[in-house]
């Protein structure tokens, strides 16, 4: 067990609608970072919160937003979705900003229909 | 960022040890060499990272040469658990400016019994 929770595990979703992944990092962790995971593109950044703020990003689509909320844990919201985004989304969070060893969430499965 | 390139798949069968390369010939002079596991449907893991010479801990040993080209993780006997696809990151130490994983298609290790 990593520490990191991420709920839902599963969500099955139709095309067009929005949805929200919810992300709590280890205890005492200030960075979130927010991959995707598909067949055909692996492990992907989207973005990084550092204590609130954005601090990078990555290749993620308009369509998506991030947010850190004070208590650290982290929201990812996916609107107008897509066949294409049916994916896997980790969560990950380390102690500090810019660090390559991260600890990973068990993920969320997104299915659009 | 710098590139790195490792065996698609390898094989094994349980009880024997597993070397995996990973090259970089542009790996930095502040850059860090870090190895990640991740098993179907899970987060990565993170196993080990090393600057140079040799690093061991509970999981695995990571040798890196002199000119820091190229890493080998090793994995003793391993067993039917170590079934998994492990990656080869490259990138610098906290701080520095270093955010995001880049993960490329790792390798993907069989232990056969």
């Known amino acids: 067990d990593s520490g990191v929770t991420q709920t839902p595990k599963h969500l099955i979703t139709a095309t067009g609608q929005r949805v929200t992944l919810r992300c709590s990092p280890r205890?005492?962790?200030?960075?979130v970072y927010w991959y995707q995971q598909s067949l055909d593109q692996g492990l992907q950044f989207l973005i990084q919160y550092y204590n609130g703020e954005e601090r990078a990003k990555g290749n993620i689509l308009e369509r998506f937003s991030a947010q850190q909320f004070p208590d650290l844990h982290s929201e990812l919201n996916l609107s107008s979705l897509e066949l294409g985004d049916s994916a896997l989304y980790f969560c990950?969070?380390?102690?500090?900003?810019?660090?390559?060893?991260?600890?990973f969430g068990a993920g969320t499965r997104l299915s659009v229909l | 960022l710098a590139k790195t390139t490792q065996p698609i798949s390898m094989d094994s069968y349980e009880g024997q040890e597993v070397n995996i390369t990973c090259s970089h010939n542009?790996?930095?002079?502040?850059?860090?060499i870090t190895w990640y596991q991740q098993f179907p449907s899970q987060g990565p893991r993170f196993i080990i990272q090393g600057y140079k010479t040799k690093v061991t801990n509970e999981v695995a040993s990571l040798f890196i040469p002199a000119d820091r080209k190229s890493s080998t993780l090793s994995l003793p006997r391993v067993s039917l658990s170590d079934t998994a696809v492990y990656y080869c990151?490259?990138?610098?130490?906290?701080?520095?400016?270093?955010?995001?994983?880049?993960f490329g298609a790792g390798t993907r290790l069989a232990v056969h019994p």
């Open positions: 542009n790996i930095a002079t502040n850059d860090y």
């Open positions: 990151l490259v990138g610098s130490r906290p701080g520095g400016g270093y955010n995001k994983l880049i």
């Open positions: 990950a969070s380390s102690p500090r900003d810019s660090q390559n060893i991260q600890y």
């Open positions: 205890s005492g962790d200030l960075s």
